[in-house]
């Protein structure tokens, strides 16, 4: 599968400043060409050295009444799934790291 990086959409800058351990730093825009696919809001956490990306989901409370929480999309082949995952870790995360950087310059 092709992925294409759109954009970082990042949060204010006081929210890159947060000190605290695990902080949003902001949403991504991905598109999946070989799917068709136009993937937004797809939000970029960072908890200590590591960076993760939660795609757009919702909760519910199952018979138990414990909390669960159903992504809005999922691929159906795990091997596409761990494909963008790759290509999120090894060229969107670069550059997102250099995005933040030149915002905490300014």
Request: without cysteine; charged residues 30%.
């Amino acid at each position: 599968m092709k992925f294409e990086f759109v954009e970082f959409y990042p949060y204010p800058k006081q929210a890159l400043l947060k000190k605290s351990r695990k902080r949003n730093v902001g949403t991504i825009h991905l598109y999946l060409i070989d799917g068709e696919l136009d993937f937004r809001g797809i939000i970029v956490r960072i908890d200590g050295n590591h960076m993760f990306f939660n795609f757009p989901h919702f909760n519910a409370v199952d018979e138990n009444h414990k909390t669960i929480s159903y992504p809005f999309l999922r691929f159906m082949n795990e091997n596409v799934h761990k494909e963008m995952h790759k290509y999120l870790q090894d060229v969107v995360r670069p550059q997102i790291e250099k995005r933040i950087e030149e915002i905490l310059k300014k």
